[in-house]
């Protein structure tokens, strides 16, 4: 990718862009259950600002949430229940590292990332809440600090576009897999409560302090991982060896041999269990994004599932 790729969904369809029809649902942890990115429905029940419901009096309500002339129709108390309206800042953060750097078809994974972030993003601005993010290399940390309008997402998306387009296969520095965990305490370091966090990467190099990291952001605010995968590596080829280079070196994998490829697809497919794994054990969702098919469809398609999860808890 770059520039114009970053810049895929900054056109006048704002938000809706890339989606060709319903806009993606980011997820939260609320009684209402509604799957919606912005303004969140506190699970808090008192005197707020959106009307829910009228009930029968409970032992315990507040007396003045009586609605007298429902109460002097009926002739039995009847209260009045509201919805407390909250807001939930935004953070994505987008992984643009070296790593990132491989498609076998379609799109590079670092477009993939950069995709998602952008529809994301419009979709949380879309929704009335204020969305910033980092971006990150093997280098460098941009920040864009949460803010409500559209040149906060315009400036966030130069920043992806930037990084993307620094991307290249004479890439002659040192790989920082640990810079993931960097940029998580930034956002830990930011993200006290009720933020709603997107982390898109491949996760290469995750350790136990990502797992730690994550856990400890996720008890605060409600955290989204989309894990960003190319199929290659889950299909690999029978009959051909293949060359893979990473920069200024080369290798060449013998495919036609059967425990050569056994052993890298055994590697993918733990590697992959182990992540998704996440999501039972820290309680975060963790949705797979494949780098061979739109973004968009993926994400509706994912968030989708992860809402019904969500109802069923």
């Known amino acids: 990718m770059s520039s114009p790729a970053a810049r895929r969904c900054l056109c006048d369809h704002g938000p809706a862009c890339g989606a060709g029809g319903a806009r993606p649902a980011l997820v939260q942890k609320s009684r209402s259950h509604q799957q919606f990115a912005g303004r969140m429905q506190s699970s808090m029940r008192g005197r707020g600002l959106t009307f829910e419901e009228l009930r029968d009096y409970l032992p315990g309500d507040d007396i003045r949430s009586i609605d007298w002339r429902v109460t002097a129709r009926t002739n039995k108390p009847v209260v009045r ?19 990132m750097f491989f498609g076998s078809r379609r799109a590079m994974k670092s477009v993939t990332a950069a995709e998602a972030a952008m529809l994301c993003a ?9 969305v910033g993010g980092f971006v990150f290399n093997d280098t460098t940390i941009d920040e864009v600090r949460p ?17 993307n387009g620094s991307l290249n296969a004479a890439f002659k520095g040192t790989p920082a897999p ?3 965990d960097t940029v998580l305490q930034r956002v830990s370091d930011i993200a006290h409560h009720d933020h ?19 856990l400890q952001l996720s008890t605060r605010n409600d955290v989204i991982c989309i894990l960003v995968y190319d199929p290659f ?15 200024s070196l080369q290798a060449e994998l013998p495919l036609k041999q ?35 098919e739109e973004t968009a469809p993926q994400l509706r398609r994912l968030l989708k599932q992860s809402a019904w999860r969500q109802r069923r808890r």
């Open 258 to 292: 059967a425990d050569i490829r056994q052993s890298i697809d055994r590697f993918a497919r733990d590697r992959g269990r182990e992540l998704r794994a996440w999501q039972r054990e820290l309680g975060l969702s963790m949705l797979p994004v494949s780098t061979a």
């Open 233 to 247: 590596l889950l299909d690999l080829p029978k009959s051909a060896d293949i060359v893979v280079s990473g920069g």
């Open 178 to 180: 640990a810079s993931l």
């Open 122 to 130: 419009w979709r949380i601005l879309g929704s009335g809440d204020r």
């Open 196 to 214: 709603l966090v997107l982390v898109i990467s491949d996760f290469d190099g995750h350790s136990t302090t990502t797992r730690e990291t994550l």
């Open 81 to 99: 229940v509201y919805s407390e309206e909250k807001e939930r800042p935004a953070l994505v953060v987008v992984d643009q590292r070296i790593n």
């Open 147 to 163: 803010h409500r309008s559209r040149e906060a997402v315009i400036t966030f998306a130069d920043r992806i576009a930037r990084q």
